[in-house]
């Protein structure tokens, strides 16, 4: 599969932090069709099923053998008819209608696919990650993943991976399965790196792809001044995470550049890295996120002066070479 050099995070399409209207919705899809955007990633947990129905509603105005399209398992969602007063409690603003239950047997996932394909109102996904299995990897490693590989056997998905923002769990899947992909959420970014130290290595070793999410780090590195307010981690910047993503940006300035840009650049620049993916709230920012993606790359000096500051990691490969 292709993924391109962007793909679109669709945790906005669920109205993640702030709601979005559904005209909204389909124009920053077709937006991101537009600019050339081919890879689109979506998951029950985000809006309770919202993401989904929007994506796939939109999607099907294009022609299915030219996208690829990824969803994951692992929560499924149950009807909770006492919640839909309720807003949800994990970020989305949407009604708690439905709750997230926990599941990573193989009927679970079996279950939760075809009920993803409902909602997206598509013949097939191409992608299916394993979602945030941390808490629960035994299950995740011993019943997801072989009810995944036996759907890819039977050609029902073309590929099968894991997505987390913890780097052990994907070292877990990388070193002891045979996932094609692991999605890195915020663990390969400008502003920080861990993914460096076992999890890129090894897939370089397994020829197991990476796509790199979150490379904003939710929201911190998407301005080119951080502020107080920017997510973090889907939360708030602790004072010292704030003032290194602000001494990041002083740096892009001085060479001409921006955080947003310096972002997308060196989280793409790895080689393992198939495809970063990056979300967005509404046409204007696609559009923005895909300029960034296609501009020419940060001049070379940001990247030695990076490193002597201490705010790069001298290992970490970067556009046009090591720094």
């Known amino acids: 599969m292709e993924f391109g050099r962007l793909g679109l995070g669709c945790a906005q399409l669920g109205n993640l932090y702030r709601e ?26 985000y809006g309770l099923g919202l993401s989904e129905r929007r994506l796939g509603a939109a999607l099907r105005a294009f022609p299915r053998p030219e996208f690829v399209l990824s969803t994951k398992v692992g929560r499924r969602l149950v009807p909770d008819p006492e919640g839909a007063g309720r807003r949800d409690s994990e970020g989305f603003a949407v009604p708690a209608d439905h709750r997230r239950v926990w599941d990573f047997t193989a009927d679970g ?39 995944l590989a036996d759907l890819r056997s039977q050609g029902v998905v073309r590929a099968v991976g894991v997505g987390s923002k913890q780097v052990s769990a994907l070292h877990r899947f990388a ?47 998407a301005e080119d001044r951080p502020h107080e307010g920017l997510p973090y981690d889907y939360g708030s910047a602790p004072p010292a995470v704030l003032d290194r993503a602000r001494a990041l940006a002083a740096a892009c300035a001085r060479h001409g550049t921006s955080l947003p ?9 790895h080689p393992a890295v198939a495809s970063v993916v990056v979300g967005a709230q509404d046409p204007d920012q696609v559009r923005r996120n895909a300029a960034l993606a ?12 990076l490193v002597a500051e201490g705010l790069l990691r001298p290992d970490a490969p970067v556009p046009g070479g090591r720094p």
């Not at 296609?294 to 070379?300: I, K």
């Open 20 to 45: 979005v209207d559904d005209g909204t919705a389909a124009a920053t899809v077709a937006a991101a069709w537009d600019a050339g955007v081919r890879f689109f990633d979506t998951a029950p947990h």
């Open 109 to 147: 996932v079996r279950r939760s696919l075809d009920e993803s394909l409902a909602r997206l109102g598509l013949d097939r996904v191409d992608l299916v990650l394993v979602h945030d299995p941390e808490d629960h990897l035994a299950a995740a490693v011993d019943e997801a993943y072989p009810a």
């Open 175 to 221: 070193r002891d399965t045979d996932v094609d992909l692991v999605m890195i959420a915020g663990r390969y970014t400008l502003l920080e790196q861990s993914a460096l130290d076992t999890l890129l290595p090894e897939c370089g070793r397994r020829g197991v792809r990476a796509v790199a999410a979150g490379v904003f780090n939710s929201g911190l590195l």
């Open 261 to 269: 840009a310096a972002a997308i650049a060196f989280t793409a620049a």
């Open 294 to 305: 296609t501009a020419d790359p940060p001049p070379e000096e940001l990247w030695a002066d």
